[in-house]
Antibody, heavy 117, light 112 residues
Framework: EVQLVESGGGLVQPGGSLRLSCAAS????????MHWVRQAPGKGLVWVSR????????SYADSVKGRFTISRDNAKDTLYLQMNSLRAEDTAVYYCARNTGTVFDYWGQGTLVTVSS | QSALTQPRSVSGSPGQSVTISCTGTSSDVGGYNYVSWYQQHPGKAPKFMIYDVNKRPSGVPDRFSGSKSGNTASLTISGLQAEDEADYYC????????????FGGGTKLTVL
């Protein structure tokens, strides 16, 4: 059974940093492209970032470029999102999702990040 | 790149059909046959219902169907059931330049 389990969310002050993790199991993680998608409270889904299977290519939404870094450790079957210079507008539930072909076919349960003083 | 445009809400009675539209541009919906639809119940993770415009993964009832015309994609749910009440999001590939993927703003489906 495919499972994605996010962790690392919490309350952080504006300007602070946080690292999210997404532990994968039930599939060949090293062969999968992975993404982060966020959802602000009461709002819609927004694509944040993606990383290819070997971790060599990444892409970011303009709103997080230069502040967030996506990475992965295929030996640990884990995806990461390092978030720096956090702003109030980054407050959201962050989901990791597997990308198979042209669809996000598996999602984690999400982890809540709250940026507030 | 702006979010894809969806109606905020739609509603229908059990047994009826509803259609949710998703309007983008020639750079996303109109440019690729890579539109997918996600169902999200409150407090839950999204679940994909349709991919590549009109393909249905195993386990998704055939009451759910997708289509596309120009820059607008649509999700039709026929034979509405109470458990279909949820938020629905469309998503389209938008090319190799960021953002690679764009989502719609979401549509709240209410089963009356």
């Amino acid at each position: 059974e495919v499972q994605l389990v996010e962790s690392g969310g919490g309350l952080v002050q504006p300007g602070g940093s946080l690292r999210l993790s997404c532990a994968a199991s039930g599939f060949t993680f090293s062969g999968s492209w992975m993404h982060w998608v966020r959802q602000a409270p009461g709002k819609g889904l927004v694509w944040v970032s993606r990383i290819n299977s070997d971790g060599k290519t990444t892409s970011y939404a303009d709103s997080v470029k230069g502040r967030f870094t996506i990475s992965r450790d295929n030996a640990k079957d884990t995806l990461y999102l390092q978030m720096n210079s956090l702003r109030a507008e980054d407050t959201a539930v962050y989901y990791c999702a597997r990308n198979t072909g042209t669809v996000f076919d598996y999602w984690g349960q999400g982890t809540l990040v709250t940026v507030s003083s | 790149q702006s979010a894809l445009t969806q109606p905020r809400s739609v509603s229908g009675s059990p047994g009826q059909s509803v259609t949710i539209s998703c309007t983008g541009t020639s750079s996303d919906v109109g440019g690729y046959n890579y539109v997918s639809w996600y169902q999200q119940h409150p407090g839950k993770a999204p679940k994909f219902m349709i991919y590549d415009v009109n393909k249905r993964p195993s386990g998704v009832p055939d009451r759910f169907s997708g289509s596309k015309s120009g820059n607008t994609a649509s999700l039709t749910i026929s034979g509405l059931q109470a458990e279909d009440e949820a938020d629905y999001y469309c998503c389209s590939y938008a090319g190799s330049y960021t953002p690679n993927w764009v989502f719609g703003g979401g549509t709240k489906l209410t089963v009356l």
